[in-house]
Structure formats: C-alpha cells, structure tokens
C-alpha cells in the first residue's frame, strides 16, 4: 500500500522522530506515514539560505520516493521546495507552514505564531503575504531559541509559555501556531497552559495530504490557462 | 463509538443523499459518519434570510446530538450558524465554505466559485471578506440555477462547465469551488472536463472536522482575553 | 406620516430608552422615529448565538411594521439580520454596526472599537473584514462588562475612559466607536474626556436611514446579474 | 441660523445650480444649505493639477464664510482640500467623493464608479486607497466626457447607460457612484434604467454634514497623541 | 548639461543646504543636481493645509526651470504637488515620501516612519494607503517636534533614536524611513546606533529620478485607455 | 574598482549578452558593471523548480566574486536566491523582480506583467503577494512563449504588443513590467508602440543596486530584534 512521505529537510533524527510521534493519531485514518530525515540538509534550517539549499536533494528524494508513495509532505516551516514539488509530482504535496496556518484559520480568528529566531519573522512575513493571509494574523514573535536549543525542553516550554501570552494578552492571537517542526512534543503542553488552541505544523501537513489522498482530490493544473 | 455529525440545514433528502455519497471516502478514516437534513429547514437556502432562519433549529439539532457526537459539520455554503455552534459546544465545528475555501487555498493560487444565484455572490463576497482571503479569490459566478434546478444533473454540469471555464480562462483561477451542497455529485465530471482541481465544500468540511477529531484539536479559546 | 423604525433586538426597555433618547436630535428631519424592544429577544445579546437567534422574530417585527414604515434601523452592534431585512424589504434599511464604521472613517483616519467582552472581538473583526475597512481600524479592545452591567454609568464611563485612552494613546486610533447599543447615553461624557470624536452607532444608523429616506436612495439590487 | 455651505471648487454656475438642485430634498432637515460657486477656479476640474491649484482659494472662501457656518462640504469629485479644511475648522467637513463612498458601502458590496476621463481613475484609485475601501471596489471606468461636454444631458446619460451597464454586467457591481458633481441631474434617470442604486456624491455629502450637525458630531482630533 | 532639479517647497535655506549635502554622494552619476527652496512656501510644512497650498507655486517653478530640466523631485516628506507635476510635464518626477518607501521596501519586510509630528501620521497614512503598500508598515510613530526644532541636532537625533528604537523592538520595524527633508543630515547617525538600515528621503528621491533619466524611462501615459 | 555584479542564473550566453546591452546606459553612474551567466543553471528558469534549484550555484558564485564586488543583482524574473544572498553577504543586494516592481510603482497606478508562460502567473501572484503590491496589480498576463522562444524577436514583440494592450485596455494597467529577463532588448519598441512606460527588470534591478552602493545605503539587519 502507497504511503504518506513526510519529508523532514533537516538531517537531525530528533526532530524526525518528534513528527513522526505528532502525527501518530493520524495513523487511524488507515494510510501508512512513513517520516524521512533529508542527510543532506543541515542541523536545523535557520535561514532562507539553508531553506533554498535543501530543495534541489529535497526533490530528488521525493523522486525516488514516488513510486510507491501517495503524498507527500514537506516538514519544515518556511514550506521549502513546495511548490516545486507540486509543480513536478502529480501527487498531492502539503506544506506544514502552509497547512498550519489553513488549520488555523479554522480554529480563530487571529493566528500568533511561535517562531525561532528573529531573522524568521521576515521570512515567515514574506509567506504570510503570498498565501494573502496578512489580515489573520495578530503577531509572529521569536522565541530566540535556535533548533538545537529547542532540545531542552523544560526551558522552551517556559519560554513558549510566555511568547505565546505575549501573542495572547499583547496582539489578540486566539489561535497559536508553533512555528518550526521542532517542537512537535509540545504542543499539547502548552494548549494546557494558555487555554488557547495550538497548532502543531506537522500535523495540520500530514492530516492535510491525507484528506486530499481520501478525496483523491486532483491538486494540480492540468491545463495552462 | 461517537460520530461525526453533518448538518444539512435544508429539508431536501436529495441533497442530504449526495452529501452522504460525496463523504464515504472519508469512511477509511474510522470515524462514523451521520448526515441529517433539517426538517424546520427550507427546501434550498437561497438567501441571507433563509440562512438567518435556520439558524436556531439548527442549534436545537445539534444540542440533541451532542451527547453522541464527536464533532459537526455546518453543510450548508454560506455556513449559517457555524460560528453559534463553535460558541455553544466544546466540540470540533467546520463549515463547509470555510473549509472548502482552506482546501482550495492548498491547490491553487486563485480559487473561482461556483454560486447557485447571483443574489448569493455579495454574501459570498462578505463571507470571504471575513475570512481575509480576498486577495485569493479569481471571481465568483452564478451559474443563475436554483437549488431545486440543480436535480437536472445534466442541464446543471453543462452550465458548471461553462462557468468554470469562464473563471479558468477569463479570471484565472487554477482551481473551483462549488457554491452549493447541492453539487457534491458534480465534482468529478466538472474536474474532468476543465483540468482543474474542484473542490466539494461538503467534502472539505468533513475531511476538516475529521482531523481535528483525530489530533484532538482544541477548537475553541478557552479564556477570554 | 411613515415613520423611521429602529428595532432594538433585545428585550431591555432600558437599552431602548438610551436609544430613543440618543437620537432625539434627529427628530429635526421630520421623520417619525419609533424604538421597539423585541420582546423574543435576550435581555442583551453577547454571542454570535444570541445574534443568529434574534433574526427570525427580528424580520417577523418588521413585516409587520412596514405598513407604516419608510425604513428601519437593526440596533444592536453585530448588525444581526441587516442583510436579510435588506433581501425582504424594498424600503431603506441600516445596521448601527456599519452605519457607526461609515461615519467614523469620514471622522478619523483609524478608529478604535469600545467592545463590552473579549468574545465580542472576534465577530467585530469577522465584519469589519466583511466591510473591507480593517485597514483603517487601530483596535478593537473589551470593557470585559456584559450588557446588564453596563447600566452603572459610572463604573462603565470609567472603564471607557480606560480603554478609549489605550486605543487612542497605544493603538493610534484618532476616532472611537462605542461597540454596543446600551452605552448610548454615554457619548458625549467619553468625547469630552478623551478629546476624540466618538461615535454612538445608533444616532450613526438612524442618520444613515434618515438620509436614504430624504434622498429616496434606491437600496437594493433591483435586477440580478 | 447657520447654513451649510457647499463648495463647488470650480467656477461653473450651470454645475453649482445642477447641486442645489440636487440637494434640495434635505431642506427637510431644517438646516440652510448655500451652494457656491468659486470664482478663482476653472471652469471644471479635470486634473490633480486642477485640484491641488484650487485649494488655497477654497479655503480662503471657507474662511470667509466660517462665522455664518454649520458645516461645509467640498463639492468636486476628489474632495480637494477636505483634509486641509478639517484642519483649519473645529466645523463638521465632508467631501463628496468620501461621502458617496460611504453611502454607496450601505447600499451594495461592490460598487462601481462613473468617472468623466481615463485621466481621473488613477486619481480615484490613490483616494480610495488612501480611504482602505479598495475590496469593495468593482471598477472605475470613464466616460471619456469633459466637464462641458456634460451639459449635453441626452448623450451623457446614454454613454452613462452603457458604462453603467459594464461595470454592472462585467464588473460585478450593484451599486454606481456618479464621479463627477456635474452629473448630478441625470442620478434618477440612470437608477431607473440600470435598475440598481446610484448614488450622486453631492446628496451624499450633504446629507452626511447635516447628520454630524445635528448630532453635534465632534469632528475633529482634539488632541495630539 | 540639463539638470536634475529638487524642489524643497518650504522657504528654510537650512533645509534646503541640508538636502545638497545629502545628495552628493549621487554626483558621481554625472547629471548636475541643483536644489531649491520656494520662497513663498512656509519655514516648514507641517499640516496637509500647508502641503495644499504650496502646490501651485511649486508647478510655477518646475514651469520656469523645465527649459533646463532633465527631471524632477519634490522634496518635502508628503510630495505636495507630485501627481499634478507628473500631468504637466513630461520629464521623471520623484517625490520623496514615495521614493522613500519604494526604497525601504527593498531593505526590510516592514518599515517603520519617524515622523515630525502627531498630525504627520494620519496624512502618511493616506498616502501609504494611496500607494497600496500598508501591509508593509511596521508603524509610523512622532518625534513630537516641530520643522524649527529639528535644527537642534542633539536633540533630535536623540529623539529620533529612542522612535527608532520602539519602531524596532515595540513594532518589529526592519527598516526605518526619516519623516521629513529637515532630518537628512542624521540617517547616518541614526542608523549607526539602531543597527538598522534607514532611508533618507531625499537621496532616495533623487537617486530614483536619476535611474529614470539615465533609462529614459518614459514615465507617463501617454495615451488614454 | 569593485564592480556591481548581475547574476544571470541561467546558462544563455544570449540572455547575458541582452542584459548587458540593457544596463549599458548606466555606466555613466561610474560604476563598472560586469554580467555572469550560471555555468550550472538550465537554459531558461520555466518552474519554481528551475528556481529554487539555481540558487545553491548562485550563492556560490557569489561568493567567488564578493572580494571584487560592490552588489549583486538576481537577474531573473522571481528573484531566486534573493533573500537567501542578502542573508549572506553585507554588500547591497537586489532581484529584478522585486526593483521592476518598485519601479512601476513610481510610473504609474497600476502595473501590468506580461509572463512568457501560463505557468509564472501564480509564482508571480506569490511574490507580488509576499510584496504587499497586490491592490496596484492589474493584471499578469502569458505570452506563452517559452525563454527559447524569445529569440524570435518580430514575433515575440507581436505577441508582447497583443498581450500589452489587453493589459492596457481590459485591466487598466498604465505601466507594464517584462516578466523575463529575456525580453531585454524589446522595452524601447514595446514602449513606442503602446503609449505606455514599460519597466526593463534589469534595468531597474542595475539602477536600484548601484543607488544603493552610491548612497552606502546600508541594506542589511544589524541587530536581532
């Protein structure tokens, strides 16, 4: 049976295994999730320089993953390589900033995201725009944590707590996003804490690219216009 | 084992029937899945008003199935009451327009809506406004057909292609949404016809609702601001 | 002589009161003005489900009235019903809502909202969307005071002071609008106190009507698409 | 008693006659309303060089009038000077391109502008821009017709019939602004042969000023922040 | 050797000389750059009825030195006159503000304003609106000086940091805008203690007249649509 | 001397070659300005794949010539690679999409993008989006004429004129942008045959990186926020 390819375009097995425990619950909806570190990328993506290097061992993973899978899903925030990927694959493609954000959408009124570091925000700002979802969102704020850093997890917990009440009290969020794969473990923690719906990204990817798998929805122009 | 519950606020079977057919794929996903018409419900929604009125018989219903349900779907484009529900239960709620609106956004740049009529368009043009996702919207189009013309299948997809390739051709839309449940019947044929991606609110409502009942997805801001 | 019908729907005698009062100095235009309470309705309405519920016995008042009507007025913030009171009625018809954010963008360049709960916020933000003007809002901010509180003037006018005095100093908002029907009597002390032009939506929604009434304005969409 | 005084910055009587006209059905309101000509101004305006020069006359003219005004409201098609004259007045100030903005926002959900030349759309796109109504905008189109061809009533109403039509049928417009205050005779007459409401922008600034004069509507920021 | 011509349209000779020397660095283009002040401008502009009333003389000038011109920039944070200056000449013409941000926006995501005064925001507002560019906006905060008082350049610059500052840190400004010609001499300063780019009008108004006039980029339409 | 390097990042010796000859007229800024072809790129970048695939060569490419560099531009229509380079090196930075479209902007009200494919449009769409620029897009209309294609240049200036006035005349566009570098030497003749400023991307991505280094324009967050 096809499976559900979550590609992690970063090398690092911790967050690799971190999705592939998120997204365990969709294991219910009776496709297989098969998750993937990328051995190429680097530690952790930080920056728009890492995120466009990843693309081009990005695709051609996926390329030699299509024959026997069903979807795909790209598992960094920042969706690198997304679009390319829907360009060259008739597969269903989600990306799990994209998906986390269309979640959102669904669940309040105004999006907070969770983000690293501050050179993310512009980057994160940039995406916003290009899905036209700027007037959805209260505030994207960084936790000025890099991804190595986010394996202590009792003191990133402290810190989402209090970016996330930031996003709350300060910027009227209703909705929170965490806003990297890296903190897949945390999700549930901290909606216990704020009281606020927190969506975990990769997640919201993979029950996105299931969905269009069920639906057999066609997600590609066939035809130029 | 609690189910998923779509509330179609008209009292036409027929299109409780189609929405019931549209939805089986989405059986795979282990979750059972109950489709009600509305008897106190108008045969066809075809106006703000008859929106507004259904609005309290549809909560009433929803009150009843409460104990047994696991989540609801509002299935009815143009989504009366869906934010009423997500106020009154602690429950997943989705809306067809909403949701259908979010898939789209995931499969294309620009989606083009089908309406029954054009007295429905400015009520679209508000519900997307609300959404903040204008800048996504190529056009919407009535195909001038009412809800109890919509039963003529082959009158009904002769004129959905005719709009759908308007909105492909002349407002460049690389994928549709239908603006009725009362379609959910038509989406292959009319994705076939045109090669673009069609997405069926009632489709994408419920796939929706599933995924936040199996991540267990707090819906709802639990504290005030 | 038909009459101006301004349809408060809640059942307080005291929140139509401060209505009929607000607008007295309209009566110089020489059009009746009538207040009605609506007695099916909650003694105040604070949630999307109170707002949908009062639609129906909302219309059925004014089928009734219409006889003697040249226009009605919808008198709670939300506007419930505005658009299907349009869509059954040939005569002029305003919601305080709307007709308060119209007024207030020919005031100031960015205008604040004097909310009475947080769960109000989000459906303000859902129509000021629908409108297409949240490029000109600054904020919308909760008094955290439900509608039957809003009877101790004191208390109320000192937390509108506050939050008026945070819209305007942190938000940059040079206009306000009081967010709820039941702080008419309360305009002027707030405008005198912050030095802000404030705007009190029911004098806003009765001016509108007034005008369209003078002016035979055509309100509706005689001939569809 | 103190009037409101209109201000047509161009020097044509036949235009400042064609307002009175217009206007008159808000005498009902009991406030005087004296139309001006400004003699210092072209015959019609027809460029933002025309605009920007006429500025400092109109205000020198409202300046002169002050001690015997309720209020003022700029009458030419890109409101010159309404941010200048709020400036230099505590008095209540509109203009009839803001006004029929707003008026045109209650009465359809998108609305579509009849400008005189080609020239005037980008000028119109920078107010309504600057006013953050560009959603609710369906198009602007010309009738390629200087200020005196206007006079020609027959030709100007039927080339106004057939932009009209466009930007009903094309466009997706269901209410029409006349953009321009020389066409203010021939509202009627096109309402009644599109069939949808046209606002003519003079009533509308009109009767916005008389709503804030007799609501005593401060007008003005009053402080800094 | 034609010249480009910048148009400082207040009478201050010190603003002018502070624009001069701003502007050498671009010297090296090799077109002659001559800067004026406008004698019957004010000592400084500083409300919109100001900006009004310079336009006509500032058309006057450009008239008289268009013989010798190659291009044009209207120096004054605002661009009084620089739609009405583009209709009757057929040479490049710049304006400041606009410049400005055509200039920050490709250094930062959102850029923050230091502007003169309080009154300063909401007419900068209409313009970034005009000019469709609001999402981009971090804020637009007051130093709360005056035009005279910015000749205290101690002063100044310290408050211009202590803006700067909450524009980055309170309102996630990348790139800072000086507000008005009378700051040209400080974006160095300013930009060494902030850590961040910023824009000084005037060279960036220039600088952009000079890429159209090196291009011979046409910048008018020539025919109407 | 350092010089401003264009980075074509394609492999077409031609589309260099044209990129030279398109820049030559800002020599006179004193600046040596020196084109490289990308030895690693594809003949022509058709897909957000193409893309994001040139941008690992194109970083390092530019890294070989930072020691000898004064900028960089991005020289294909997209900007690949853009903000990953400005994250990496301190030297100014620009794409020729992102300056063509900040060029429009001072030209006109509203811009118009004549793609060479279908199959841009939503990628452009995406960028204008990240941009902020949307509500100044007319429209972004294909040649259907592939990067190969373009080296017939009667035919594509044929299909550029057709494309350019239905730009023009359907959309309202008043300034037009060339979507690909490829269309180079054809700005002059398309500009005299519709009446319209036509913006040159590479000219516009030259000029706005050598305005930069003239000014020393910092370009570049120092600071974290």
């Known amino acids: ?17 971190g999705i592939a425990e998120a997204v365990r619950p969709l294991d219910a909806a009776g496709i297989p999730i098969r998750c993937h570190s990328l051995p190429e990328g680097p530690p952790g993506i930080e920056s ?9 061992p990005l695709l051609a993973l996926a390329r030699r993953l299509e024959p026997e899978a069903a979807g795909f899903v790209v598992a960094c925030f920042g969706d690198p390589g997304l679009h390319a990927l829907r360009h060259e694959t008739a597969l269903p493609v989600t ?13 309040g009124q105004r999006f907070g995201v969770l983000s690293i570091l501050a050179a ?4 994160h700002l940039r995406s ?14 960084p936790l000025n944590l890099g991804v190595a850093e986010l394996a202590d997890a009792g ?11 930031a996003l709350r009290d300060t910027h009227g969020a209703d909705v929170l996003i965490l806003g990297c794969a890296g903190m897949a473990r945390l999700r549930r923690p901290l909606e216990d804490r704020l009281g606020l719906p927190v969506v975990e990204p990769c997640q919201a990817g993979a029950a996105l690219a299931l969905s269009h798998i069920l639906l057999t929805q066609s997600h590609k122009v066939l035809h130029a216009r």
């Open 1 to 17: 049976m096809k499976a559900l390819h979550i590609l992690n375009p970063n090398s690092s097995a911790t967050v690799t295994d």
């Open 95 to 107: 990306g799990i900033q994209e998906a986390a954000v269309l979640h959102a959408l669904s669940l």
């Open 128 to 141: 916003f725009g290009a899905m036209g979802v700027l007037d959805r969102l209260a505030a994207d704020l």
């Open 155 to 165: 003191r990133t917990l402290a810190r989402m707590e209090e970016v996330g009440a």
């Open 120 to 123: 993310s925000v512009p980057r």
């Open 48 to 56: 728009q320089a890492d995120a466009d290097r990843v693309v081009a």
